[in-house]
């Protein structure tokens, strides 16, 4: 080997390692994971049992941070702007793309779901339960409707925020029942369970792993599932089609996305570990105790899902005037 092709064989292989190196590298340092709602809520205690188990596998601590607001577009834009390195992730829920979709109707958008995210995973599934303080009037939704039209009653319901998913199927229900409703904004699940535990709201809504245990307490009423037939945990709560109203029928979710442009390697690496996480035995038996389903779906599924359900309300939204 002459000096020429030596010193070309060791100029590549400096360039080579650190290449190998950055390929290598994920994660360098701290993984943030983003909430978009209050502590306490299904998406926060999601986030926390994944973490936790992500935490003892990746080499890297994986912090969960709170940032609630604005039906949870305050996370999502903060996730869209950060650097596409995989060491901030967002996890949401089915108000994602209903808040995203009323937002860009109101041409309030800050980001582009289409184009600012990737798919992490499908953590898990969690029906959608309409819930209500204990005294109110009708064994389930319809018949609560009925009175509520009947008796023209003053009725109010409450949202995680302007565009949420509870805000969408609020005002799509009051269309379809053919009542009036006044909308009660929260900051997340948790403030808006106590305020119906309390009776300060009167309708109320939201994923069932966050509402099973005050169910089962009789601290609040069922009265229909989203889901597209009757949820094991509840089986004498009828469904929303049952009840006539198909329109209100969605799939839940809890799932992780990170910006757009983030490496495959870095995809990758959060999708294995997040999905070995929902399937780790004990963080699935706590999932299915608060009536979560583990998924840990590919990344394709979650983007599939996400497009799906913005298909899916794109014009209910449209038609109700929902201003996100």
Same mark, same amino acid.
């Not at 709201?201 to 966050?210: H, M, Y």
């Given at each position: 080997m002459n000096m020429f092709t030596r010193k070309t064989v060791v100029l590549l292989s400096c360039l080579a390692v650190p290449a190998l190196a950055a390929a290598q590298a994920f994660p360098s340092k701290p993984i943030r994971v983003l909430v978009p709602f209050p502590a306490g809520g299904t998406t926060d205690i999601v986030a926390r049992l994944v973490a936790s188990r992500m935490q003892e596998t990746m080499g890297q601590p994986v912090l969960v941070e709170n940032r609630a607001g604005a039906g949870g577009t305050i996370a999502a834009a903060e996730v869209a702007r950060s650097a596409p390195d995989g060491h901030t992730i967002l996890i949401h829920n089915v108000t994602f793309p209903i808040a995203s979709v009323a937002a860009a109707l109101a041409n309030r958008a800050t980001y582009d779901v289409d184009k600012d995210f990737a798919g992490v995973s499908i953590?898990?599934? $969690? &029906?959608? $339960?309409?819930?209500? &303080?204990?005294?109110?009037?009708?064994?389930?939704?319809? #018949?609560?409707?009925?009175?509520?039209?009947?008796?023209?009653?003053?009725?109010?319901?409450?949202?995680?925020?302007?565009?949420?998913?509870?805000?969408?199927?609020? #005002?799509?229900?009051?269309? #379809?029942?053919? $009542?009036?409703?006044?909308?009660?904004?929260?900051?997340g699940a948790a403030p808006l369970k106590q305020d119906l535990i309390a009776g300060r $709201?009167?309708?109320?809504?939201?994923?069932?792993?966050?509402s099973l245990g005050d169910i089962k307490a009789g601290k609040l009423k069922a009265l229909a599932t989203s889901a597209s037939k009757r949820i094991t945990e509840l089986p004498e709560v009828p469904t929303v089609r049952e009840l006539g109203y198909p329109i209100l029928e969605l799939e839940g979710w809890n799932g992780f996305f990170a910006p757009a442009k983030t490496p495959r390697e870095a995809l990758d690496r959060l999708n294995r570990e997040a999905a070995a996480a929902v399937k780790h035995p004990e963080v699935a038996k706590r999932l299915r105790d608060m009536g979560a389903e583990p998924v840990g779906s590919s990344g394709a599924e979650q983007e599939a899902i996400l497009k799906r359900q913005m298909d899916q309300f794109r014009p209910v939204i449209k038609e109700i005037r929902i201003e996100g």
């Open positions: 953590a898990v599934y $969690v &029906p959608f $339960v309409w819930t209500a &303080p204990p005294a109110t009037p009708g064994a389930n939704l319809k #018949e609560t409707m009925d009175q509520v039209k009947k008796n023209r009653l003053n009725y109010t319901y409450g949202s995680t925020g302007p565009g949420s998913t509870m805000h969408v199927l609020g #005002e799509a229900l009051a269309r #379809e029942a053919g $009542v009036q409703m006044t909308h009660i904004p929260f900051k $709201v009167n309708l109320g809504g939201d994923q069932l792993s966050s």
